[in-house]
C-alpha cells in the first residue's frame, strides 16, 4: 500500500493565493509515501511546503517556474509500476493524447502523470495510462478561466492501482476513484 | 550494627543469609524420569532439617515443605510424578496443581506450557473439553487477525471483490477514457472522518511503530527473540501480531511500553511446548493467556488510574504497608530516613511482574508461584517484592539514598526457591 500524491500548475503566486483551504486541511504529513508534481509551482515556497508533507518529492519543470533546475521529464518506479512525469507545455498540440501517448512509449512507462491543461484527465491507451490531476489552486490556465481544483492520490498495492480524484466543486470537496491493474505477465523484465 | 528489635527471629537466622548452601536451583543436567523409589538414607552433615518422609500417592499435610532438601533430585522426581499423576487425570484438581506448582515446576518435563494454561485458565478443567475449546479459541483469534491486521487498501479490495465490481484490465486493447465511480462511503485515503478505516489506519501507526521498536528491543541476548535467524524474525512476528491485535481490541489502554516484557515469557514457555501440535499454536494460545494475565492488573497499566485506588501507586503503598509490617525496622530506614520512594523501584518490579529483575530461567520460576499461588497474582507480587527486600535488609539498612537505590534497581542475583519461602512465609493477615 503506498499512497503517491500527484499535483501541479498550482501557479502560486502569480494566479493564486494558496491551495484551497478544504485540500489543506486533508494533506498532512506522515501519509503519503511519495509526491509527484506536474510543474508551475512556481516559487520556492510551495516546494519547501510539499516537501514538508513528504521527503520524497519529484517535480518537473513548467514554463512558469522559478527554479530553472527541474528536469524536463522523469520516470521513477513504484512497487510494480513505472511512472513518467512531465509537465505537458512542450508536447503539442496541448493536451493531444495521441501526442501524450507517444511520449509515454518514449519513456517507456505505466502511467504517465502530465499537467498544463488545468483540466483532470484520466485516459487509457495500449501504452497504458495518461493521468492529468489538473490545478490543485484552480489557477486559470492558458485555455480557460472555468478550472475547479484538483489533484489525484494514487494507492498502489502491487499489480493494483486506486486513483483518488479529489476535485473542489462549489466550495465542496467531492472525491471519485478509478481502480485498474495490470497483468503480471506485462512485466517481462523482473 | 543490626538492630534485633521488631523483626522476628526467623529472619535473623543464619538460614537466610545471602549465601545458601542449597543447590536446588543450580545448574545441573535435567534429571531423566525415574519411577518413585524411597529416598536413600541422608549422607550429607547435617541440614538442620531432617530428611523428608517418603511420599505416598496422596496429598501431604504439610504444604510447606522444607525448601533445602539434601537429596534433591529424588525431590525433583517425586514432584515430577505427582504433577503427571495429576495432569493425568480426566478432570484436573486445580488446587492440587496449584499446590505443585507453587513448589516450581520441574525443568526439561515440558509439562510448564500446559500447567500455565491450565491456571490462568485457558485450559478447562475437563480434560476432554481441551481439543474443542483450543479449536474454538485459536480459530477466533485468526478471526481476529484477519479482521484487524490488514490495511485499508486491501480492506477496500476485500469489500469491493465481495460486491463483485470489474476492476478496469490495463492492457487490454482498446483506448478511452477511464470511468470514474463513486466511492463507498465517503471513504478516501484522505479522509479526517472518525469512523474512516483510512483515518483509523494512521492513528495507529504510532501504535504500531511503538510496539515495533519495543519487540526488537525484546530479550536482545536471547537467541529465541532476537537475532538474524529467521526462527526469532517469525517469533518477533508473533509477538507484533498478538501486541497489534491487543491494542486494537482494547482500546482502553491500547499498548503500553512494558507489555511486550510481559508477553515474552509467555510466548517463551508456549512455543517450547514439546507436543508439535501445541507449538505451532502458541501465537494464539499466547494471545489468550496474556489477556486472561493481563486482566488481573491492567490497570496498572492505565494512565487516568494512576491515582486511584485500583492504580499503580495505589499497589506500591500495599507494598509499602506490607513491609511496614513485617519489618517496620527497614521500612522506616527505607522511606523516612533514607527517602527511597517505593515507586523508585517497585515501579518496575509490578508492572513488569519482576522479569526485568531476574535472569529469564529464575522469572520463569518466580512465575510458577505467581500464577499458581491461590492468592492470586497481585498479594503473590507484592509478597515476593516484600522478601525481595527483607533479604537484603542488611545492605538497605547500611546504605544511603543512592546506594540503595542502586541496589534496589540492580537488584542482586537470589536463590529463587530461598526468596520464594521467605514470600511464603508473609502470608496471613498478621505476622507476630
Redesign the interface.
Known amino acids: ?1 503506498v ?1 503517491v500524491l500527484a499535483l501541479g500548475d498550482l501557479h502560486i503566486p502569480h494566479r493564486a493565493p494558496d491551495l484551497p483551504a478544504k485540500f489543506k ?3 498532512v504529513p ?2 503519503i509515501q511519495h509526491i509527484i508534481c506536474t510543474g508551475n509551482l512556481c516559487i520556492k515556497e510551495v516546494h519547501d511546503y510539499l516537501k514538508s508533507l513528504c521527503p520524497d518529492l519529484h517535480v518537473t519543470r513548467g514554463e512558469y517556474d522559478e527554479d530553472t533546475r527541474y528536469p524536463e521529464t522523469k520516470t521513477l518506479t513504484i512497487g510494480q509500476f513505472k511512472l513518467g512525469l512531465c509537465h505537458g507545455h512542450q508536447i503539442i498540440p496541448w493536451g493531444d ?1 495521441d501526442s501524450l ?1 507517444m511520449l509515454q512509449r518514449q519513456l517507456d512507462v ?1 502511467i504517465l502523470v502530465t499537467g498544463h491543461t488545468h483540466q483532470f ?6 501504452g ?2 495518461v493521468i492529468n490531476p489538473g490545478s490543485a489552486t484552480g489557477a486559470y490556465s492558458s485555455i480557460t478561466y472555468d478550472v475547479n481544483p484538483s489533484f489525484v ?1 494514487m ?1 498502489i ?1 502491487s499489480l ?1 492501482v ?5 476535485e473542489l466543486i462549489d466550495g465542496e470537496v467531492k ?9 503480471a505477465t ?1 512485466n517481462a523484465s523482473q | 550494627m543490626v538492630g534485633k528489635k521488631g523483626v522476628p527471629d526467623w529472619l535473623n537466622s543464619p538460614l537466610w543469609s545471602s549465601h545458601p548452601s542449597d543447590a536446588r536451583y543450580a545448574t545441573k543436567t535435567p534429571s531423566p524420569d525415574p519411577p518413585p523409589r524411597p529416598p536413600p538414607p541422608p549422607s550429607d552433615p547435617s541440614p538442620p532439617p531432617p530428611p523428608p518422609p517418603p511420599l505416598p500417592e496422596a496429598t501431604r499435610e504439610e504444604p510447606s515443605l522444607s525448601r533445602v532438601p539434601p537429596e534433591e533430585d529424588s525431590l525433583q522426581s517425586q514432584l515430577l510424578t505427582e504433577f503427571k499423576l495429576t495432569l493425568s487425570k480426566k478432570v484436573i484438581n486445580l488446587g492440587e496443581l496449584r499446590r505443585l506448582t507453587c513448589q516450581g515446576i520441574p525443568d526439561g518435563a515440558g509439562i510448564r506450557p500446559t500447567v500455565w494454561k491450565l491456571l490462568l485458565g485457558y485450559l478447562p478443567h475437563d480434560r476432554t473439553l481441551w481439543a474443542h475449546e483450543l479449536d474454538k479459541k485459536r480459530s477466533q483469534y485468526n478471526a481476529f487477525k484477519d479482521e484487524l491486521l490488514l490495511n485499508p487498501s486491501e480492506i477496500t479490495r476485500r469489500l469491493e471483490e465481495s460486491a463483485g465490481s470489474k476492476t478496469e484490465e490495463f492492457n487490454c486493447k482498446g483506448s478511452g477514457l477511464l470511468q470514474r465511480s463513486e466511492i463507498t462511503d465517503g471513504e478516501h485515503p484522505l479522509s479526517l472522518g472518525k469512523t474512516s478505516i483510512w483515518n483509523q489506519y494512521f492513528q495507529d501507526t504510532e501504535i504500531i511503530e511503538q510496539i515495533d521498536r519495543d519487540v526488537k528491543r525484546t530479550h536482545p541476548d536471547m537467541l529465541f527473540f532476537s537475532g538474524d535467524s529467521s526462527f526469532a524474525k517469525s517469533n518477533q512476528e508473533a509477538l507484533r501480531r498478538i501486541l497489534t491485535v491487543f491494542a486494537k481490541l482494547n482500546p482502553g489502554i491500547r499498548y503500553v511500553q512494558g507489555m511486550n516484557e510481559v508477553l515474552a515469557p509467555l510466548f517463551y514457555v508456549l512455543r517450547n511446548d514439546p507436543d508439535e501440535n501445541n507449538a505451532v499454536y502458541a501465537e494464539a494460545d499466547t494471545f489468550f493467556c496474556f489477556v486472561e494475565l493481563l486482566s488481573g492488573f491492567r490497570d496498572n497499566f492505565c494512565k487516568q488510574l494512576d491515582n486511584s485506588v485500583v492504580g499503580i501507586r495505589s499497589t506500591i503503598a500495599k507494598l509499602s504497608q506490607l513491609l511496614k509490617r513485617h519489618d517496620e525496622e527497614l521500612w522506616r530506614h527505607l522511606e523516612v530516613t533514607t527517602k527511597v520512594n517505593p515507586q523508585f523501584y517497585a515501579f518496575r518490579w509490578i508492572t513488569l511482574l519482576l522479569t526485568q529483575e531476574f535472569s529469564f530461567t529464575d522469572c520463569l520460576l518466580i512465575w510458577d508461584t505467581l500464577l499458581g499461588d491461590p492468592e492470586g497474582l497481585q498479594e503473590t507480587l507484592l509478597r515476593i517484592c516484600c522478601a525481595m527486600l527483607i533479604l537484603v535488609r542488611r545492605r538497605l539498612l547500611a546504605g544511603d539514598f543512592t546506594a540503595n537505590l542502586k541496589l534496589l534497581q540492580n537488584y542482586p542475583t537470589t536463590n529463587i526457591s530461598h526468596l520464594l519461602h521467605v514470600a511464603n512465609k508473609l502470608r496471613g493477615p498478621m505476622a507476630s
Request: glycine share 6%; hydrophobic share 45%; no cysteine.
Open positions: 500500500m499512497l486541511s486533508m494533506l506522515g501519509k493524447l501517448a505505466d484527465k484520466a485516459y487509457k491507451h495500449e497504458g495510462v492520490l494507492d498495492d493494483r486506486v486513483v483518488y480524484v479529489y472525491v471519485d476513484k478509478i481502480d485498474f491493474k495490470k497483468t506485462a
